[in-house]
């Protein structure tokens, strides 16, 4: 028999999600077998029996019985494979930090990482590797062997810029109680082919699709979809000689749909360059072969919200060089 007692990172969780994290370490317990041990009394709540929907609260005990997994205990932290986390240095990690506190941990994410681990690039780092590394040591002293911090949204691998993470389950549900409900003043920096307009606001139906080529899911304009609404603002227009005209646009979003802004600005004729999926490669191999940029010309620039004591968080993060280079 194990206890565990519900603290301030488990509570307001449903028990079922809880215990899906609790057993990921062993593989062995699939989630039909959760539900099993919740209907037959294996899994109490305060010494009671409870539905699988049941909302934790703080200080809840629960007890663990019948559980065949050994000795083993679920790991404090996921250990990043040890030919990727030795790549990380904390010197590194901490040029890309922006600001942390009890609450965030905010990064400059560099273009062509992931957000997150995946089985298309298990063996790449990804931000949560930085950030793994970086709070291992918190995290032990937090003595939590459920939450780690995570994010509310993702940027694109090949998109940088500011990117939020909450330390803990507050502040998680806070992060994505306020993007739901579209409180979050979100801006990027775009670099676009061709002359943009001093400034428009584009508002076109976007709807989601299989790509056979790309074998993922992209959008396209659509009558009968989503709404989708992206404002932008021309911050400089220059000819240059390799590309022809570029502009530095300024977009912003009030709604948050899968590649609205690459979809958004290719309709509009405004393709950012380095996209290879909205734009045509020739233009990219140009970019590449010239002035060997081979990223995606799209980055957050700012991220603010009104924090959970009523002040405001604003977040910025600089100017990739790849875009001053396009310029120079």
């Not at 539905?51 to 005990?61: A, I, T």
């Not at 009968?224 to 912003?252: C, G, M, Y």
């Not at 509009?268 to 996209?275: F, Q």
Request: with cysteine; proline share 4%; net charge positive.
């Amino acid at each position: 028999m194990k206890l565990k007692k519900v603290d301030y990172n488990i509570a307001n969780q449903r028990l079922d999600r809880y215990l899906r994290k609790y057993f990921k370490p062993y593989p062995e317990i699939k989630l039909s077998d959760i539900f099993s041990r919740i209907r037959k009394w294996a899994i109490l709540v305060n010494n009671k029996r409870v539905e699988w929907d049941y909302r934790l609260l703080l200080g809840d005990e629960i007890k663990f019985t019948n559980i065949k997994t050994g000795d083993k205990k679920p790991d404090k932290i996921a250990v990043p494979k040890e030919n990727k986390i030795k790549q990380l240095e904390l010197k590194d990690i901490k040029k890309i930090l922006i600001y942390e506190d009890e609450n965030w941990i905010v990064f400059n994410k560099p273009a062509w990482i992931v957000a997150h681990p995946s089985n298309r690039h298990e063996n790449d780092l990804c931000m949560n590797d930085y950030l793994e590394e970086y709070c291992k040591q918190s995290w032990i002293r937090n003595g939590s062997d459920i939450f780690k911090p995570s994010f509310g949204y993702r940027l694109d691998k090949d998109t940088s810029g500011v990117l939020v993470w909450a330390k803990n389950y507050e502040a998680l549900q806070y992060l994505n109680e306020i993007i739901r409900d579209r409180e979050i003043d979100k801006e990027y920096l775009a670099l676009c082919l061709w002359d943009a307009p001093q400034h428009e606001v584009i508002e076109k139906k976007l709807e989601r699709f299989y790509s056979k080529k790309f074998g993922s899911s992209h959008m396209k304009v659509s009558e009968n979809w989503q709404d989708a609404k992206t404002e932008i603002w021309n911050q400089r227009s220059k000819n240059n000689p390799i590309l022809w005209e570029v502009s530095l646009v300024k977009v912003k979003l009030y709604t948050w749909r899968m590649h609205q802004i690459r979809v958004h600005l290719a309709s509009e004729n405004l393709p950012i360059l380095g996209d290879i999926i909205y734009w045509n490669p020739a233009t990219n191999r140009k970019l590449y072969k010239q002035l060997k940029i081979n990223r995606q010309m799209l980055h957050c620039s700012r991220y603010s919200f009104v924090n959970m004591d009523w002040k405001t968080l604003s977040f910025d993060a600089p100017l990739p060089k790849e875009f001053e280079k396009v310029f120079s």
